[in-house]
């Protein structure tokens, strides 16, 4: 359209001038009678005329054209353009403010894509599951945790309705619940992926626009596995300490009873009883110095009381007890050390876990068997492996025994004046140690525990 009008105004133009020219030369006909001076004359005012044209032209036509090229870009969208003309006055002005606009737009676009990134960063990054829904059902957007959660991608989800790619009832009456009620709506649901099970908290929250009319809502998946795994730890721990304690409570009340009620004049009886209510209070005292020492390691405040202890003492000081433990049972004790070093370790404590691996490998061994106590060094760890010939665990068991009150055979372990915190208490003191303990077993055979802890621990 540009264009038109400008060879429009250029013919009109050019023509003018044609007209100028014979009019002027007819007027100056009857005045200057030579016709070369005629002609020079009516030469120069076209020449002129034709300065003022071009002059016109690059002055005014031209910016006008770069003016409408670099809008029309704008308009496409490329914030980038720019008029690049040296002009002044109004075309000058022009330019500028076109510049302007184009540097406004440009700082716009990029905030508003710097807006949309951000919010789709968090929107992404959440912990939490996200799915908008719109006000007819449809899923809008899904961030990646819900993916992570129910699977597949998100395409499968995008442009569907919420009731056909989202399977599971409970989600369905949540988001139902919001639209209706137009107010937030909690429930909580397990849900498997795989074999794993998982806790998840769902919040369908509802969402208005300006005029406080219902638009869609947003549902909130919150993944809740670990807090139910600990609280259901916690309410194992109360259950099982309340257990541990009434058995011997039981047992020393229901003695004392009978002592009470008369069995006191039996010598036989009375001595019978009393024994039993040593060994039962032994048990509780047990209990509850294993309870305490969990309850002291798991404190956040607790500090390991590093000491630089050459490894050879530390052992010697082990041995004796064990050995003695051992042979009630005729059980031939091996130790193996292979290591001159001093290390820094928290000594009362190292001292603990091989006291109770050994135990266990005592208790844990029939009569006549062997039992290997090996320390060397393992590159910059300490190697502490203590193997048996004793009854062995099943691999199934293998994952659980570090658990607190796991026994594998309750009766049998309870003989043995177990109580199942032993292995909890030792693999705790290793982890605070930042060292690691794995355990290998074979049933009627023998297990192996390996503890290696870092010959430097780091305070
Ligand atoms: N060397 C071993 N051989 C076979 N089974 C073992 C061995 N060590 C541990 N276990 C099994 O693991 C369980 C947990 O051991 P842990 O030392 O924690 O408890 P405990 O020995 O029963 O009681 P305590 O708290 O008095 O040590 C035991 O009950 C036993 O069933
Ligand atoms: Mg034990």
């Known amino acids: 359209m540009m264009k038109k009008l400008f060879s429009r105004a250029l013919f009109s133009y050019v023509l003018g001038i044609f007209v100028l020219l ?31 044209l071009l002059h016109v032209f690059d002055k005014y036509i031209k910016p006008i054209k770069k003016a409408t090229k670099t809008v029309g870009k704008l308009v496409e969208g490329n914030y980038r ?25 440009s700082e716009l676009s990029i905030h508003e894509q710097m807006q949309s990134e951000q919010l789709a960063t968090v929107f992404d990054n959440t912990v939490s599951g996200l799915v908008h829904i719109d006000q007819k059902g449809y899923i809008h957007l899904v961030n990646r945790k819900f993916l992570t959660m129910f699977g597949k991608k998100a395409k499968d989800y995008k442009g569907y309705l919420y009731y056909e790619v989202i399977p599971n009832e409970k989600i369905h009456e949540t988001v139902q619940k919001a639209f209706l009620y137009e107010e937030n709506v909690k429930e909580s649901i397990t849900h498997y992926k795989g074999i794993d099970k998982f806790y998840l908290e769902i919040v369908g929250a509802p969402i208005f ?7 869609g809502a947003v549902l909130v998946i919150y993944d809740i596995t670990e807090m139910k795994k600990l609280e259901l730890t916690r309410k194992d721990f109360v259950a099982n300490v309340s257990h541990e304690l009434k058995t011997p409570i039981t047992s020393i009340k229901g003695f004392s009873e009978t002592l009470l009620d008369g069995a006191m004049d039996d010598e036989e009886a009375r001595q019978k009883f009393i024994r039993i209510i040593y060994k039962e209070s032994q048990r509780l005292q047990l209990l509850i110095e294993d309870l305490l020492t969990l309850s002291k390691l798991e404190k956040e405040e607790f500090q390991l009381n590093i000491v630089e202890v050459d490894v050879k003492q530390l052992l010697q000081d082990i041995t004796p007890i064990m050995q003695s433990k051992a042979a009630k049972k005729n059980i031939n004790v091996t130790i193996n050390i292979d290591s001159d070093s001093t290390v820094k370790i928290d000594e009362d404590r190292v001292k603990q876990v091989i006291l109770n691996l050994l135990d266990n490998a005592i208790s844990y061994t029939p009569e006549d068997g062997n039992i290997t106590l090996q320390v060397d060094e393992v590159r910059d760890q300490l190697h502490i492996r203590v193997s048996d010939t004793g009854i062995g665990i099943e691999q199934e068991a293998l994952p659980r025994i570090f658990e607190r009150f796991y026994r594998i055979d309750k009766a049998r ?23 690691k303990i794995t355990v290998d077993s074979k049933v009627n055979e023998g297990t192996t525990f390996d503890v290696y802890l870092p010959k430097e621990t780091a305070i």
Do not use: C, F, W
């Open 413 to 435: 372990s309870r003989n043995t004046g177990g109580t199942g915190l032993g292995l909890a208490i030792a693999k705790h003191i290793v982890d605070v140690h930042d060292g």
């Open 22 to 52: 014979i009019v002027s030369g007819v007027i100056l006909n009857q005045v200057v009678s030579n016709y070369v001076v005629l002609i020079a004359v009516l030469l120069t005012v076209y020449i002129v005329l034709l300065l003022m």
């Open 81 to 105: 353009a720019r008029m690049h003309h040296p002009s002044y006055g109004s075309i000058g002005e022009l330019s500028s403010r076109i510049n302007q606009l184009a540097r406004n737009l």
């Open 209 to 215: 626009n300006d005029r406080n009319m219902l638009k």
